[in-house]
């Protein structure tokens, strides 16, 4: 894989609203770029192992899908 030598700093408090304070927190690093390739190959190795026959499952009626997390994951 290509290295980006693109670095990203931290936003600062004045460039988000208060509201997202508790999800910039959680971002342990400052280079959000690195986190993102790691998040990345972790959502690749974890969806890999999930049986076809199970993306479609729900465990009770009106529950989400995996598939429908995904997607809303991926929306978001």
């Not at 509201?19 to 972790?42: A, H």
Request: aromatic share 10%; hydrophobic share 40%; net charge negative.
């Amino acid at each position: 894989m290509a290295t980006n030598s693109l670095i990203l700093r931290r936003p600062l408090p004045t460039e988000y609203g208060s509201y997202y304070e508790g999800y910039v927190s959680l971002v342990p690093e400052d280079d959000v770029i690195t986190v993102l390739r790691n998040e990345r190959e972790l959502w690749v190795r974890e969806l890999a192992g999930i049986p076809a026959g199970k993306v479609d499952y729900r465990y009770a009626p009106e529950k989400w899908t995996i598939r429908q997390v995904l997607g809303h994951v991926i929306d978001m």
